[in-house]
């Protein structure tokens, strides 16, 4: 080979590292920042609507609040009460693992007093809530009700708002039989007791933290669903996947996170606020304040 060529051989095989290089370099680049922003953490305001075919006049705005495990949002839980006060809803519904069987209780019960301060409250447990044990669930509730929050347990409410008449229903998570609680129904037992009471009639939202039961749920004459606990199945790939992994539903949940429909009933899946109590970092998975507008 004349040295010409060998130059030129040379010169080609540089130019081609050099571009092999740089293509590395970029998807390196592009690797990093698709990390970054998946693990961006900060809470987002996730928004719906839900047609109440007829049964209402006037519009009805539900806060949806899930899975705060005792996390910390700013000095006086400011940056949470924040969010939710600029969002005026009427109704503030806590679907369960609002504390947490291991962090303390302090941060709750800041957002506990944040609210109840302005606005309707109702309260149904998570399994970590009843995780805690007998005494720390006792102060737990305790809790909730010192600041006069409407805990519901296997019971149903009726409340007037904005000139409309709502049936509030909510069920205990199915760990409520790890406790021996007096005048206290199963899980199941609770469920079939607001399935007879609910109305047709009225606009009816259950309050329930597993989402998986979603078949039972569309049994009763219930409007509205609201669930938390999949904490959003922890790891999603948008218009990809929706969720990793998620309990007592396990890879690829169904109901990871976002709202389902079925024989008349919606059911909204909030992802939850859950953020230094979990042992895996949330990815593509914010945590989210949900916001429901009932028209």
């Not at 969010?83 to 302090?106: H, S, T, W, Y």
């Not at 709502?166 to 039989?177: I, N, Q, R």
């Not at 004459?221 to 948008?238: M, N, S």
């Not at 429909?261 to 998975?285: C, H, Q, W």
Request: proline share 3%.
């Amino acid at each position: 080979m004349s040295i010409n060529k060998k130059e030129a051989e040379q010169t080609r095989r540089k130019k081609f590292s050099t571009a092999k290089g740089k293509c590395v370099l970029a998807v390196i680049i592009l690797l990093l920042i698709f990390m970054i922003v998946g693990l961006d953490f900060r809470l987002v305001i996730r928004h719906y609507e839900v047609d109440s075919a007829g049964q209402l006049e006037n519009p009805v705005r539900i806060a949806l609040v899930t899975d705060l495990h005792s996390c910390w949002y700013g000095d006086e839980q400011s940056a949470l009460l924040n969010a939710l006060n600029r969002q005026a809803p009427d109704i503030v519904m806590l679907c369960g693992d609002i504390f947490d069987d291991e962090l303390d209780d302090k941060n709750t019960e800041l957002f506990l007093k944040g609210i109840s301060e302005k606005y309707t409250c109702f309260y149904v447990t998570g399994n970590h809530e009843f995780w805690s044990g007998d005494s720390a669930f006792a102060e737990k509730m305790a809790i909730v009700d010192k600041y006069g929050i409407k805990r519901l347990s296997g019971d149903i409410e009726k409340i007037r708002v904005n000139g409309e008449t709502l049936t509030v229903c909510g069920v205990d998570d199915p760990a409520v039989s790890r406790l021996d609680l007096e005048d206290t129904l199963p899980f199941s037992e609770q469920l079939d007791k607001v399935k007879e009471l609910a109305e047709k009639e009225e606009f009816t939202v259950l309050m329930s933290h597993h989402p998986e039961l979603f078949e039972d749920y569309i049994k009763g004459e219930f409007d509205l669903v609201l669930c938390g606990h999949a904490h959003g199945g922890q790891w999603r790939i948008p218009y990809v996947l929706n969720g990793l992994f998620a309990p007592d539903q396990g890879l690829f949940p169904k109901y990871a996170g976002g709202e389902y429909s079925d024989n008349g009933t919606v059911m909204i899946v909030s992802r939850g606020l859950a953020r230094e109590s979990t042992l895996v970092p949330r990815f593509y998975n914010r945590p989210e304040l949900v916001i429901i507008d009932c028209v």
